[in-house]
């Protein structure tokens, strides 16, 4: 991958399955040094044109160099079934899921040996990364890919100001089931709870209200995926869960005044 205008990528062609919230902020970052093509089952023509990437079929998407599946996690599965006749040779097939274990072992089971497997959670999204990616986080689980191929990957990302973080899957599911999943689970747990802007606040509440603000603006969907396909959370919120009993039962405990 070598930075430059679309004009100027040489022979990096990027193909992009989905058009969601995430798809088109990679289409917008990626369309500035790429050629960029996006197949999106809706109607969103248009939106891709305007980002500057070409609206395409599925296996027009399928046959670029590096092909990113931008799907809800509950979706991979199918959509690995569907590309897999298209891609070819030597494509490198990247997910941006928010687990990776499963992703992963999906990939395996599904691509052709002949294609390569980059497994990556970009750690922002269209809230956070609307202005600059600079100081943002992504996770790379280089699965099999040459060397070379990675490392011009991972020098792009960089490049753009992004920290890399390089680690197995297994560690990531391990860590992001406490750090992304449980805080989904809060924020979800105070919107359900019914909290809301006061009069009379402090800072710590209103960093509560943050958290929930940010959970609200991603998909239901999302939240049940990244629990449901993390092998680790569901013990997080079990543990969770109880330390909070144990809280409210050491409460109920204390004496009368």
Same mark, same amino acid.
């Given at each position: 991958?070598?930075?430059?205008?679309?004009?100027?990528?040489?022979?990096?062609?990027?193909?992009?399955?989905?058009?969601? @919230?995430?798809?088109?902020l990679m289409t917008r970052y &990626?369309?500035?040094?790429?050629?960029?093509? #996006?197949?999106?089952?809706?109607?969103? +023509?248009?939106?891709? +044109?305007? &980002?500057?990437?070409? /609206? #395409?079929?599925?296996?027009?998407?399928?046959?670029?160099?590096?092909?990113?599946?931008?799907?809800?996690?509950?979706?991979? +599965?199918?959509?690995?079934?569907?590309?897999?006749?298209?891609?070819?040779?030597?494509?490198?097939? #990247?997910? $941006?899921?928010? $687990?990776?274990?499963?992703? $992963?072992?999906?990939?395996?089971?599904h691509l052709p040996e002949t294609?390569?497997?980059?497994?990556?959670?970009?750690?922002?999204?269209?809230?956070?990364?609307?202005?600059? &990616?600079?100081?943002?986080?992504?996770?790379?689980?280089?699965?099999?890919?040459?060397?070379?191929?990675?490392?011009?990957?991972? !020098?792009? &990302?960089? /490049?753009?100001?992004?920290?890399?973080?390089?680690?197995?899957?297994?560690?990531?599911? =391990?860590?992001?089931?406490?750090?992304?999943?449980?805080?989904?689970?809060?924020?979800?747990?105070?919107?359900?709870?019914?909290?809301?802007?006061?009069?009379?606040?402090?800072?710590?509440?209103?960093?509560?209200?943050? $958290?929930?603000? #940010?959970? !609200?603006?991603?998909?239901?969907?999302?939240?049940?995926?990244?629990?449901?396909?993390?092998?680790?959370?569901?013990?997080?919120? @079990? =543990?969770?869960?109880?330390?909070?009993?144990?809280?409210?039962?050491?409460? /109920?405990?204390?004496?009368?005044?």
């Amino acid at each position: 991958m070598t930075a430059g205008g679309p004009k100027n990528s040489g022979q990096t062609t990027i193909g992009i399955i989905g058009f969601g @919230r995430f798809g088109r902020l990679m289409t917008r970052y &990626l369309a500035d040094d790429f050629r960029v093509c #996006v197949y999106d089952s809706g109607t969103n +023509r248009d939106g891709i +044109r305007t &980002l500057g990437a070409a /609206a #395409v079929s599925l296996e027009t998407a399928c046959r670029r160099s590096f092909v990113i599946l931008a799907v809800p996690i509950s979706a991979l +599965r199918s959509t690995l079934e569907s590309i897999r006749p298209h891609l070819k040779d030597g494509t490198t097939v #990247v997910d $941006v899921c928010s $687990v990776k274990t499963y992703p $992963v072992r999906w990939m395996r089971e599904h691509l052709p040996e002949t294609v390569s497997i980059l497994a990556t959670h970009p750690m922002f999204g269209p809230d956070s990364a609307a202005v600059s &990616l600079k100081g943002r986080k992504i996770v790379l689980c280089p699965e099999r890919i040459e060397t070379t191929v990675y490392e011009k990957v991972r !020098q792009y &990302l960089a /490049a753009k100001g992004l920290t890399v973080i390089e680690t197995t899957a297994e560690r990531h599911d =391990r860590e992001i089931s406490i750090s992304l999943a449980m805080t989904h689970f809060i924020g979800r747990t105070l919107s359900e709870f019914g909290a809301a802007p006061l009069e009379i606040d402090t800072e710590g509440y209103q960093r509560l209200l943050h $958290v929930l603000g #940010v959970v !609200q603006n991603d998909t239901w969907q999302l939240f049940v995926d990244m629990n449901t396909y993390n092998p680790y959370a569901r013990e997080q919120r @079990r =543990r969770l869960l109880a330390a909070a009993e144990r809280i409210s039962k050491r409460i /109920a405990d204390e004496p009368p005044l």
